[in-house]
């Protein structure tokens, strides 16, 4: 088994973090995306969409996305569970990481691919050629990560997680998309979002944060 | 149960199609997103993200976005089996089905709301107040629809289905998605795609697809 990993960005970091809380371990190549080894020839005839997180199993079966491979990881290895055990819970947290996906990290993304200067003309992640950055989408993704802060933070101030009682791969999405928002998109969390706080502060001092 | 649903939208219509396929009904309640019925103070107190679908189970449960509910269906009725049947099938048909989002269904969502005059203040989907169409996202977006058809085209072209020998809930995104980007978002599939065609019409042809 081999991964194609990528340090800084958030998507293979998702995967580390599942991968480390069920105490899985592979063997990974790095990547770095800002200077096109995602785009090379080598790596595209591996996954044509140019993406990362991208695992390659012993037979030779590619795996791409994220959450496509954590599912693999679960049913192979389903404890400790991270996307649920029954019917309910399992589309319960797959709604809340969605969410965490779709309110929080694209829109953190957006931001940063739209404004950072290395990706002018690469406003759009992967292999999808020369396309030119879209400055107010910069601005609009910053707005919509704000209002994500909000919402997560009045969420947190009457759960424990992002979805329930347990830790579980909602989680794990909103402190990669929290991480990636703070440093490479630029956008502080506002003052006085104690409740976010206090669950960053929880998640982080988890040790497979650091993966 | 009762869905909350809306005949145009394509989410709804994703998870019209899963269920059809096996076979569930239930209770619907018709909102018409254009008219604002999904942003009402009533709807909001039930998804206060204002996206549909939305199924309320029995107890009073609520569960939101459409992949989500697929899967609670998936786990209660497992046949026919629309989402795999291992780790490695899993995990291959959500990562097709996440590929069939992301390439296909945004950008066609991204092409239609920020050119549709109704939406000029409303850029962004449900619940996240006045958001400004940005009209090169519209012109970005069908740029991205094309180059998901020709890269479909070609997948399909050695391939029966979106994901291998069956028929999934990736051939449902696809399905979708095209419609919606071919009517809604007005991107024509371009001429000489015949191995989509050939899907496209096989895939039209189940009675699932009138849901």
Redesign the interface.
Known sequence: MKLYDSKYAPNPRRLRVFMAEKGIECEKVELNIPKGENLTEEFLSINP?GLLPTLVLDDG?V???S???C??FE??HPEPRLMGS???S???I??RQ??MEF?GLFPAAEAFRNSYPGFAKR??SGN??E?EA?P??AA?GK??VN?FFENLNNHLAENQYVCGDSFSIADITALCTIDFATTAARVAVPDGLDHLNRWHIEVSARPSAAA
Chains 1, 2 share one sequence.
């Open positions: 969409r079966t795996l791409d996305e959450v496509a491979i599912r693999y049913e192979l029954d019917a309910l399992k589309a319960q797959e709604a969605r969410q309110d406003g759009l999808q050629g396309v879209i107010e989408l609009r707005a919509s209002r």
